[in-house]
């Protein structure tokens, strides 16, 4: 059987991660792959007049890629794959925009931090195959609309920021992980790990994507909502003991519900901890959108932690104060912003 061909490439919300790996790929394919994004405002008058531009951590100069864009889809051919960019409470708006770039076979990749709204789909390891969740897919859009078994997940760490309209900086030489709902490895999952290594991406393929889902949300359970809530940096929350200590009863809760749910972690609390000291500087993603004036992305990361606790019978109080005081936060923060 021969490999997939992914010709016709769309990343679907080109911020920071997407209009990453939409330069990589379009720089790195050679012009065999049709690369196009989707963009608006500001960020995609920008991508317009210069060209989506890169820079790679400690690069002296920024990679620069044309590529075709456009802030309605129905612009663009059918396509091969579709990568998307945006974050978990951004997808359910977008539904409809990316059903217009399906053609039979098409494949998405979404990377996501937090729980996917596809978490249960050929789920093995919960006993809860197939669940849908409300929270993060009113009235079933995506599912309708997308379907989950076009869907590859991908885990992201790879620190990346939108700088100035159509210019991206990166913090970090990152990785990207991607898994099959199903675990299986896929000659789609192969051709597309292949297409994006050779772009200079670095893709490796999960066993068990879950493990990795949940490995990540560890960490951005924790860091996300609480940089928000006091508009401090990495090491300045781990310089400070109280903070500290609140991550690592996030972190426990955390690991609690992914083991009622059949994970594994294969990294402990406490490796996890000393990592996080030697971050740095590092602003998180829910942070940056508070600055910016943008709704923050509370329920893949937070709300997903008491919700999925209650469906396990797991405890989780710190994680539901936080849920509290962020989803306070980010009311002021939208009503402020408008």
């Known amino acids: 059987m021969s490999s997939p061909s992914f ?129 993060l897919d009113p009235d079933g859009n995506l599912w309708r609309l997308i379907g989950p078994e076009r869907v590859i997940g991908c885990v992201a760490y790879q620190g990346a920021e939108v700088i100035n309209p159509g210019e991206i900086k990166l913090s970090n030489n990152g990785r990207f992980i991607l898994g099959e709902p199903s675990d299986e490895v ?26 990795e889902i949940w490995s990540k949300l560890m960490g951005n359970a924790a860091f996300n909502p609480i940089s928000a809530l006091t508009r401090a940096r990495m090491s300045e929350i781990m310089g400070n003991p109280a903070l500290s200590a609140m991550v690592g009863q996030v972190m426990n809760e955390v690991k609690a519900v992914a083991e009622a749910l059949g994970s594994h972690l294969a990294i402990s609390i406490e490796e996890r901890l000393e990592r996080s000291r030697h971050i740095g500087l590092v602003r998180t993603s829910m942070l940056q959108d508070l600055l910016a004036g943008k709704a923050l992305e509370i329920t893949p990361l937070v709300g997903m932690i008491v919700t ?9 109080p710190t994680s539901q104060t936080i849920l509290a005081l962020a989803t306070q936060l980010d009311r002021e923060n939208v009503q402020a912003a408008g």
Not at 107 to 130: C, K, T
Not at 308 to 316: A, Q, R, Y
């Open 7 to 135: 010709k016709n490439v769309c990343i679907y919300g080109a911020g920071a991660l997407g209009g990453a790996v939409a330069v990589k790929l379009a720089l790195g394919s050679k012009k065999q792959v049709n690369v196009s994004v989707v963009a608006r405002g500001s960020h995609l008058a920008g991508i317009r007049a210069g060209g989506l531009r890169l820079w790679e951590a400690e690069a002296a100069s920024p990679l620069v890629a044309a590529v075709t864009a456009t802030d309605d889809p129905a612009e663009l051919p059918p396509q091969d794959l579709v990568i998307t960019g945006l974050k978990g409470h951004q997808l359910t708006p977008a539904a409809p925009g990316i059903a217009k770039l399906l053609h039979a076979g098409t494949r998405v990749v979404m990377i996501l931090n937090g729980i996917p709204w596809w978490y249960f789909h050929r789920d093995e390891q919960s006993g809860h195959a197939e669940r849908q969740i409300e929270e």
């Open 308 to 316: 999925l606790g209650k469906l396990t019978g797991v405890s989780t």
């Open 186 to 211: 896929s000659s789609d999952i192969k051709a597309i790990t292949d297409l994006l290594t050779r772009a200079g991406l670095n893709i490796s393929i999960a066993p068990r994507i879950r493990d």
